[in-house]
């Protein structure tokens, strides 16, 4: 009895891991799908983009003009501790 007992045991330890690793499969394909979904979204929005520039393209050079694409606006800034024991000429500067 203790023998079919024991075999129980490790058949339920085996399906629980058959079905865990065909889980785990599953779950992995569907990555894999939502990988190359998401790619090709991607690839399609780059080939609206682009048709859209050279169309904008197109009709600045009708209209005799030029299309200047926007460049990123950039910003920096500087964070001081304090100014207390600064010198006056480098408060001056940093004013705005």
Known sequence: MAAFFSFCLISEAARFRK???FAKAKEVEESKKKKVETQKL???KARDYAQE????????????GFYVSPE???LFIVRIRGINDMHPTTKKILQF
């Open 19 to 21: 079905s865990s690793i």
């Open 53 to 64: 520039v050279d169309s904008v393209e197109a009709q600045a050079r009708l209209e005799g």
């Open 42 to 44: 991607i690839c399609k």
């Open 72 to 74: 990123a606006k950039l």
